[in-house]
């Protein structure tokens, strides 16, 4: 059943960019109604709106993004078509379209191929789940165990562990599907695929309220033991990159590792390259700062690199081409065409600084001028992060006692990044907006909003 959101922000909201603009009237939106399709078919959206573009979003039934495009409207009317993957979760999906709060919504169902489905009611041998602790083993990729009960599951090669009570509901039915080809999917830099892609889903949306632990093999024989970090990632699709668990546990000798989740989506057993761990542990300037861990994921991760000399200066701050050129790499954007700016023309940073221009991240000071070697403000990277992400905007009662040297253009992306935790202030009571970023500063936020469960 269609409804329209006019209460919430699209995931693909504008923001404001580093220069001030004006806010733009609520125009018409609509979503032509979409009708339930089967795994592997082709999805149509399309409508009308009176703006230049459409931003659509659509989320899977554990409410992860599937599909994200920004479509441009002609006369009014827009249309867009992907085809869902052949093994895409059997569930309802929710289409979102249009800009900012003005933006309308559907509803469809994916179908099953096979003639099976999350909800466990296939009629194959998917058996009960058993009590609390209790185990249940089945060829199929489906299981449905007791909510109040907990209980494992072994499905596709992975094993699954559900607390009692970690969900709300019933009887939770899980799926796990091995993706048939991957080489579509990002891949870090400095890290090596050591294992299948397993696509796991439930029918319950929403987040764990306690860890479920899952336990996925892998080839030990693509590993070198001595020098590699072996560990299950997520893949953030909005972002485009992996995000590694934080409490694997690796057996090397059964070829299986396991860690805590909160959400379902895809995953993958992802070992960093030798020279990837050793770049990450050679700082002799990092042991006991405290962004050490955060910095050493991002270098792991191949979005920042330190100093030739075997430093990371944490402590120093960074240009606008610098943090602009981690943005770049940490989703993973292809190279564009875009603005290139009278003092960006003969800069080592010129095809980043265009990149991000052309995926309306940036703007300069004026038509002209980018200040590339400008070192960066807080406000900035704020604003930028919050462009990239297209993070839907938040409210906040900021108290800080410089909240009043934001910039207007600024004040959205302060709001947004310090209202879900983003973005902290100092002890001294100060959020410095227009201070300069550390690299230490600017690698922390950003690591924070890649590592958000979507």
């Given at each position: ?9 699209a995931?693909?909201s504008?923001v404001?960019?580093?220069l ?9 939106v ?7 399709k ?7 959206i ?10 659509i979003?659509v989320?899977?039934?554990d409410n992860t ?10 006369m ?7 085809t869902l993957?052949?093994d895409?979760?059997?569930g309802t999906?929710?289409?979102?379209a249009g ?13 099953s191929?096979?003639?099976s ?9 998917n058996?009960?789940g058993?009590?609390?602790g ?8 489906s299981?449905?165990i ?10 596709n090669?992975?094993t699954i562990?559900?607390?009692?009570g970690?969900?709300d ?14 080489s579509?999917l ?9 294992s ?10 929403g987040?764990?309220?306690?860890a479920v ?9 693509k590993?070198?033991q001595d020098?590699s ?8 699709e909005?972002?485009n990159?992996?995000?590694k668990?934080?409490?694997n ?8 590792v396991?860690?805590s989740v ?9 070992a960093s ?7 990450a542990l050679?700082?002799?300037d ?5 962004a050490e861990q955060n ?7 191949g ?5 030739s ?12 081409a ?6 770049v790499?940490?989703?993973n954007?292809?190279t564009?065409e ?10 080592w940073?010129k095809?980043?600084?265009?990149t ?10 004026s038509d002209s ?10 406000e900035?990277?704020a604003?930028?992060?919050?462009k990239?992400t297209h993070m ?5 009662n900021?108290?800080f006692k410089?909240?009043d040297?934001?910039s207007d253009?600024a004040?959205?992306a302060?709001n947004t990044?310090t209202a879900?935790?983003?973005?902290d ?9 227009q ?12 690591l ?6 979507k």
């Amino acid at each position: 059943m269609k409804k329209r959101l006019l209460s919430i922000a699209a995931a693909g909201s504008l923001v404001l960019t580093l220069l001030p603009s004006a806010m733009l009237a609520a125009t018409p939106v609509t979503l032509t109604d979409i009708t339930n399709k089967y795994q592997g078919e082709t999805v149509t959206i399309s409508g009308t709106s009176s703006d230049n573009d459409v931003i659509i979003k659509v989320i899977r039934p554990d409410n992860t993004v599937l599909y994200y495009d920004d479509v441009p409207t002609n006369m009014g009317s827009y249309s867009q078509s992907f085809t869902l993957p052949a093994d895409a979760a059997v569930g309802t999906y929710t289409v979102v379209a249009g800009i900012g709060t003005n933006v309308d919504t559907d509803v469809f169902s994916v179908i099953s191929t096979s003639g099976s489905n999350d909800s466990g009611n296939s009629g194959s041998s998917n058996g009960g789940g058993g009590g609390s602790g209790g185990g249940s083993t089945s060829s199929t990729n489906s299981n449905t165990i007791s909510i109040s009960n907990g209980g494992t599951v072994r499905l596709n090669g992975a094993t699954i562990d559900v607390p009692a009570g970690a969900l709300d509901g019933t009887n939770l039915t899980i799926t796990v599907n091995r993706l048939s080809n991957p080489s579509g999917l990002p891949m870090n830099a400095g890290s090596l695929l050591v294992s299948d892609v397993f696509d796991i889903t439930k029918n319950i949306p929403g987040l764990f309220t306690k860890a479920v632990r899952i336990t996925l093999p892998f080839d030990a024989s693509k590993v070198d033991q001595d020098h590699s970090n072996v560990g299950i990632y997520w893949l953030n699709e909005t972002f485009n990159t992996w995000i590694k668990l934080d409490d694997n546990q690796v057996d090397m000798t059964n070829g299986t590792v396991s860690a805590s989740v909160n959400h379902f989506t895809k995953f993958a057993v992802l070992a960093s390259k030798p020279e990837g761990q050793a770049i990450a542990l050679k700082f002799s300037d990092l042991n006991g700062h405290w962004a050490e861990q955060n910095i050493k994921k991002l270098v792991e991760m191949g979005v920042i690199d330190g100093y030739s000399d075997g430093t990371f200066k944490p402590d120093n701050n960074m240009t606008r081409a610098e943090f602009v050129s981690i943005i770049v790499k940490a989703f993973n954007l292809q190279t564009q065409e875009g603005k290139v700016f009278a003092d960006t023309t003969n800069h080592w940073a010129k095809s980043l600084i265009a990149t991000a221009a052309a995926n309306v991240i940036i703007s300069g000071y004026s038509d002209s001028e980018f200040a590339p070697n400008d070192l960066v403000t807080r406000e900035q990277i704020a604003s930028m992060l919050v462009k990239a992400t297209h993070m839907d905007l938040a409210s906040s009662n900021l108290t800080f006692k410089d909240q009043d040297e934001i910039s207007d253009w600024a004040q959205d992306a302060i709001n947004t990044v310090t209202a879900k935790g983003l973005m902290d202030g100092y002890q001294d009571g100060t959020l410095k907006p227009q201070g300069n970023a550390t690299r230490a500063e600017a690698a922390t936020l950003l690591l924070r909003i890649l590592q958000q469960a979507k």
